[in-house]
């Protein structure tokens, strides 16, 4: 089950803590790192977390790389006991932040320069029933090019949105409240994929949650390391998700959870597609049938995927 906080802590006012684990990888990381501390809005600490074995040639190369930035009072590097994943690294760094509000960035990804200043501004105009906010995302590929742009999608409890992979949310674009996410419960450490998935349903059932209408968070698509590219595989990892969430499914209605099925199985029948397995994907493919709603969901995905990539 999700990591949850039992003790109601006391945040700093206006400080905005960002996550950044890191895992097996450095070549992008000054990008990341540079778009947060050059952020215009300045009241921030960056929590970057070494996921990777302590001691090993990642984690050696990982302490030469940020020597740059150790005079920035604001940078802190976190060193883990041992690797287990990312979801324990994001809560060990979500355990020590200090900021009233919980930013994440993946560490090949990075920020337009006003990202957060935009959403701590709105954010602080809500009130307590909105947790959080996010923003558009940017689509780019190996060599800087611009593939896709994300759409605008609803606000408010949009937990059955992200079930129905109606709602397109990433964890970087993401500015929560510290306090709002102790109520709702981090990462479950047992899931090795889609944690972000699973967080966000928890945090958008119990709060609201307002995308600020901008592109603000750009995404490198070039590296596939976090990407489900088996279709078997794809089925264990929506198992241990519906496993995760399964409090909030119950309160799902026969022809919603028919829909948020259907659509999951549509899913795995697009990568068992990319892998030319056509049998397979005709079998997980046709259940979108099952739901007029998933049907229509699904026409929706195909027509934004190939034909309105901007």
Not at 63 to 68: G, P, T, Y
Not at 151 to 169: A, E, H, T
Not at 270 to 278: A, C
Request: aromatic residues 12%; charged residues 30%.
């Amino acid at each position: 089950m999700h990591t949850k906080s039992y003790i109601m802590k006391r945040y700093e006012k206006g400080l905005v803590s960002v996550i950044i684990p890191t895992y097996k990888r450095t070549d992008k990381l000054d990008r990341a790192i540079k778009s947060v501390l050059g952020q215009s809005y300045k009241k921030i600490e960056l929590l970057l977390v070494n996921d990777n074995v302590p001691g090993d040639e990642y984690t050696l190369a990982l302490i030469e790389k940020v020597k740059a930035y150790q005079n920035d009072s604001r940078f802190q590097l976190l060193l883990q006991e041992k690797h287990i994943n990312g979801a324990v690294a994001r809560n060990f760094a979500i355990k020590q932040a200090k900021g009233e509000y919980i930013a994440f960035l993946d560490d090949d990804d990075w920020w337009k320069e006003n990202k957060l200043a935009e959403q701590v501004k709105e954010l602080s105009s809500l009130d307590e029933n909105w947790g959080g906010v996010s923003c558009k995302m940017t689509f780019y590929d190996e060599s800087m090019n611009v593939i896709s742009k994300s759409r605008k999608y609803r606000d408010g409890n949009i937990y059955k949105d992200i079930l129905m992979l109606q709602s397109d949310v990433a964890t970087g674009t993401l500015l929560l409240r510290h306090s709002a996410l102790d109520e709702a419960g981090y990462f479950d450490e047992n899931l090795l994929r889609n944690q972000d998935l699973q967080l966000l349903v928890f945090f958008t059932y119990r709060f609201k949650l307002k995308e600020v209408d901008k592109y603000l968070h750009c995404v490198d698509v070039s590296d596939n390391q976090n990407r489900a590219s088996d279709g078997c595989k794809a089925i264990t990892i929506k198992e241990n998700f519906y496993k995760s969430v399964s409090p909030i499914l119950k309160t799902l209605t026969k022809s919603e959870m028919t829909c948020v099925d259907s659509m999951r199985n549509f899913e795995i029948a697009y990568i068992f597609l990319r892998g030319h397995d056509y049998r397979k994907a005709l079998k997980y493919g046709i259940s979108i049938f099952r739901s007029p709603k998933a049907f229509y969901l699904a026409l929706c995905k195909i027509f934004d995927k190939f034909c309105c990539k901007f």
